[in-house]
Nanobody, 113 residues
Framework: QVQLQDSGPGLVKPSQTLSLTCTVSGGSITNSYYYWSWIRQPPGKGLEWMGAIAYDGSTYYSPSLKSHASISRDTSKNQFVLQLSSVTPEDTAVYYC?????WGQGTQVTVSS
């Protein structure tokens, strides 16, 4: 069974770069036709799909975030990484990694000085 575990800092200062890692077990991130996504939920709001990296390394982003989001992967560690640059308090949210019906536990990230 595929399991995802997301991790990262709980507090980031404005203008810094946020980096979150999702470690996948029970399956390879290079398995054909799997897409590995980052999704976030700001306080009091709904889920927002941020972007994804495909099994072949192709990346896809929400148009609203494309300018400051980047998703990469480390196949040797079976991990994929979200980097969000120039964060603001509006990036405060619970961040989840996801693939199909599998979800990480969620990482609360607060952007505050």
């Amino acid at each position: 069974q595929v399991q995802l575990q997301d991790s990262g800092p709980g507090l980031v200062k404005p203008s810094q770069t946020l980096s979150l890692t999702c470690t996948v077990s029970g399956g390879s991130i290079t398995n054909s036709y799997y897409y590995w996504s980052w999704i976030r939920q700001p306080p009091g709001k709904g889920l927002e799909w941020m972007g994804a990296i495909a099994y072949d390394g192709s990346t896809y982003y929400s148009p609203s975030l494309k300018s400051h989001a980047s998703i990469s992967r480390d196949t040797s560690k079976n991990q994929f990484v979200l980097q969000l640059s120039s964060v603001t308090p509006e990036d405060t949210a619970v961040y989840y990694c996801n693939s199909l019906g599998y979800w990480g536990q969620g990482t609360q990230v607060t952007v505050s000085s």
